[in-house]
């Protein structure tokens, strides 16, 4: 776009008349903030990276714990994922579409392209909101060692997951929640767990076809699976019972993994939230015809270039965080 | 740049008649590759999780690959990479690729160092 004042001094190179990246200043400061951004995201996935390679032995499978599907009960693993980066990428290409009809002045067809985008990326948003709630809120339950492991727990007749609801005992007990309203007024604990470590460990011992499940990975790339008399032995060790996932401790296995997932999805998502606003502001901009009358619309390609990156961050989000 | 676009990809294997049947096209070949990624990741099939290339599984490395050759179709057909000058092109791209694969190979490695400090070393974690 020659949208770059045009002096005398156009052509003369000491003039500074040179325009080696031949880019509009707009769109070249995008560029900068982009390629800074990158290297931010390349920041936290390396993190990633190393606390993986780190606990390369123990670190959760990703396919195992995010295996749910809005409306729709049983085992999905990735389908939901699949769904979210194509709903990305088809709000990337009405993007693109937008900033086609831009460069020909076609008000209208911005209008739409840009409303689909906005409404692809409130979809995007809505996903990883729903995502969250799944991961946090949890679905079987473990408990954890004293040394910070995490136990879970299988049925051995089916070999599948069993959930602490399935075999927990119930021991009346007179432990409740402290709250504020009780003792002193500045101290309060999170929320107990559904059940005590007691009533699992108790219930375990009572239900033979209960195994646990540990952290480490053999080598078909599986979790061991303790035989009844191992997790017996085993089961003496536990400490706490967790359900779901928060920033100190998650069911699903190693500490950080939780840590990174709420960091790095959040920080994404942050992102996609603050491109649909951008959205917003440039599709009012369009309908009261700003652009029209400043003669080109660059400001969409510019906040385009925006919205691709958070994309084409995803893309790599996806791979590392679900496929690899 | 203006108006012009470039409209082949695939090195000119492909062609587009307008810019926006290209764009249609690239998200088809998206699609496809997300497609494929997402089969893989399901299916897991044994020969390329079993096999090892480097100290990484081959279905890893395939993944890997797709999101690079993704990342590239993203950047140069949606941002318009392909229709900006060299030097624009060349300092926005090599720039985070040089820097992050020094902190990928730097990370890795010293996480990979102490892993085995965890394994054979004298440390009880597992516990």
């Known amino acids: 776009m020659d949208t770059a004042v045009t002096t005398e001094t156009e052509g003369s190179v000491w003039g500074g008349g040179n325009r080696p990246l031949g880019a509009s200043y707009g769109k070249l400061m995008m560029w900068f903030f982009i390629v800074s951004d990158a290297l931010t995201f390349s920041g936290f996935l390396c993190a990633y990276g190393f606390s993986r390679f780190k606990f390369i032995e123990t670190w959760p499978i990703a396919d195992e714990v995010f295996t749910h599907v809005p409306f729709f009960h049983g085992n999905f693993p990735m389908y939901y994922v699949a769904f979210m980066t194509f709903v990305l990428i088809m709000s990337s290409v009405t993007m693109v579409l937008a900033v086609d009809a831009g460069h020909r002045m076609m008000k209208n067809k911005v209008i739409i392209y840009l409303f689909l985008t906005i409404i692809g990326g409130a979809i995007f948003v809505g996903s990883q909101a729903w995502e969250w709630a799944t991961f946090i809120r949890g679905d079987y339950g473990a408990v954890e060692t004293r040394g910070g492991r995490i136990l879970q727990f299988v049925n051995a007749d089916t070999g599948e997951r069993a959930a602490l609801a399935e075999f927990a005992a119930t021991i009346p007990d007179e432990r409740a929640e402290h709250e504020r309203k009780n003792g002193i007024w500045f101290r309060e604990e999170g929320s107990l767990t559904t059940y005590t470590v007691n009533e699992v460990v108790e219930g375990f011992r009572s239900n033979p076809n209960i195994l646990i499940r540990t952290e480490t990975i053999n080598e078909n790339g599986e979790k061991t699976l303790l035989d009844r008399k191992q997790s017996l032995e085993r089961i003496k060790d536990a400490k706490l019972v967790v359900e779901g996932a928060n920033l100190i401790r998650n069911e699903y296995g190693s500490r950080l993994f939780a840590d990174f997932f709420f960091f790095i999805t959040g920080f994404h998502g942050f992102h996609v939230f603050s491109g649909v606003v951008f959205n917003i502001i440039i599709f009012f901009n369009v309908i009261l015809g700003t652009y029209e009358r400043r003669g080109h619309y660059e400001m969409v390609e510019k906040v385009g270039l925006y919205w691709h990156f958070v994309d084409l961050v995803w893309v790599f989000v996806f791979t590392f965080f679900y496929l690899v | ?127």
Not at chain 2, 52 to 58: Q, S, V
């Open chain 2, 1 to 127: 740049m203006g108006h012009e676009h470039k409209l082949e990809i695939f090195r000119g294997l492909v062609k587009f008649k307008s810019n926006v049947t290209k764009i249609w096209g690239v998200l088809i070949f998206l699609s496809i590759v997300t497609a494929i990624e997402v089969a893989l990741g399901i299916t897991k099939p044994d020969f390329l999780v079993g096999t090892y290339f480097i100290g990484m599984k081959l279905l890893n490395w395939i993944f890997i690959i797709l999101t690079l050759v993704k990342a590239y179709y993203i950047t140069w057909d949606f941002m318009h990479m392909r229709d900006e000058k060299s030097n624009l092109r060349r300092a926005v791209v090599w720039t985070p690729i040089f820097l992050v694969s020094y902190l990928i190979l730097i990370l890795l490695f010293e996480a990979d160092y102490i892993y085995n400090v965890f394994k054979d070393g004298f440390v009880t974690w597992n516990f």
